[in-house]
């Protein structure tokens, strides 16, 4: 319920934003997350990749646009900054970036979206031995046209694709704005599909870019998922058609750094897993982790903000340590282009 409100609320407000120290091409010179890793054997608890970060607040920004510039999406950076105004932040506040994840499980090849957590992962060979992983955050279908769970190829790639718009949700624009339009053409600036698209096998489901940026990160397509303009152009390139891929709906997400096992926890978006705390014990179980701190779990699943938290060993809780020019000190944060 928290992103439907987040959508509509930042849909509404689309129009007052003012962005003068970020002009697009800022986004289209941001780096991406990419990470280079042992491929993982089989059965093994998947790995953390990333690390948390700090950023200082300057004048004007709101976290719409640090969250787009570090290659985040509203979920995750309003869920690990929880009571800091979304769109006014005050200058000098200090914001989490959550660049850290758990890999979701079980699969390290082709894309992979987790729903719950609203962040695609594309897995592509490295050299001998290791995999790369490539990862973006996605907005997603509404509660009333929710992207499913389920198995698919790449069967196509399009550039300015035109979209053609089902009569429901045509229908559904007459009703709301008295627009009738049949299909709107590629390369139109309220094109929703953006300027790059991958075909799916599953029917009617498409991976595309946005012609509204800040609804990644919140449920606002038909089903579809969205991508920045930016790292879909980042992505489109590197997938080659019949690239296999997975939606899945994890909540939860259980790893391994060093010695010690950890848990993410994501909000439960389409009310499919409400016991948490049992799913959280569950996945653990079947990854076969023993030795489970159940307060350090209550407590993380409780604050987590979205990152990972140890449940077991002697690691400390998850902190952000460095800034974007990599100091322990959040005076000195600056935007990556800035």
Not at 76 to 93: F, K, M, S
Not at 186 to 215: Q, V
Not at 264 to 275: F, L, Q, S, V, W
Request: proline residues 10%; contains cysteine.
């Amino acid at each position: 319920m928290r992103l439907i409100v987040g959508a509509l609320v930042a849909i509404a407000a689309l129009t007052a934003v003012a962005r003068a120290d970020y002009p697009e091409e800022t986004f289209f010179n941001k780096r991406f997350s990419t990470f280079t890793i042992p491929t993982p054997a089989p059965g093994s608890l998947p790995p953390i990749v990333g690390e948390a970060r700090l950023y200082r607040v300057r004048k004007g920004d709101t976290l719409m646009d640090v969250a787009r510039l570090y290659g985040l999406g509203y979920n995750e950076i309003v869920d690990a900054n929880p009571g800091l105004d979304p769109w006014v932040p005050p200058a000098g506040a200090v914001v989490l970036l959550p660049m850290e994840w758990i890999l979701p499980c079980c699969t390290y090849r082709g894309i992979v979206v987790n729903i719950p957590e609203m962040r695609l992962f594309y897995y592509a060979p490295g050299g001998p031995g290791t995999t790369v992983v490539y990862t973006y955050p996605v907005g997603l279908g509404r509660d009333d046209w929710q992207t499913p769970s389920g198995s698919f190829k790449v069967n196509g790639k399009t550039v300015n694709p035109q979209w053609n718009i089902p009569e429901s949700i045509r229908q559904e624009h007459i009703a709301e704005r008295g627009d009738p339009r049949t299909f709107i053409p590629g390369g139109a600036p309220d094109n929703p599909l953006g300027k790059y698209r991958l075909e799916l096998t599953l029917p009617s489901y498409r991976i595309h870019g946005t012609d509204i940026p800040w609804g990644v990160g919140m449920l606002v397509s038909h089903g579809c998922v969205r991508l920045y303009p930016e790292d879909i152009e980042d992505l489109f390139p590197r997938v080659p058609i019949g690239t296999p891929g997975q939606f899945i709906y994890q909540t939860i997400k259980v790893g391994r750094r060093g010695d010690a096992a950890y848990v993410e926890a994501h909000e439960d978006i389409y009310g499919k897993t409400p016991a948490i705390f049992s799913q959280a014990m569950s996945e653990l179980g079947q990854h076969g982790v023993t030795g489970v701190d159940s307060r350090r779990l209550e407590r993380g699943l409780d604050d987590g903000g979205g990152l990972p938290f140890p449940v077991t060993g002697g690691a400390g809780q998850t902190a952000a340590s460095t800034c974007d020019d990599g100091s322990a000190n959040p005076d000195h944060c600056t935007p990556p282009n800035g």
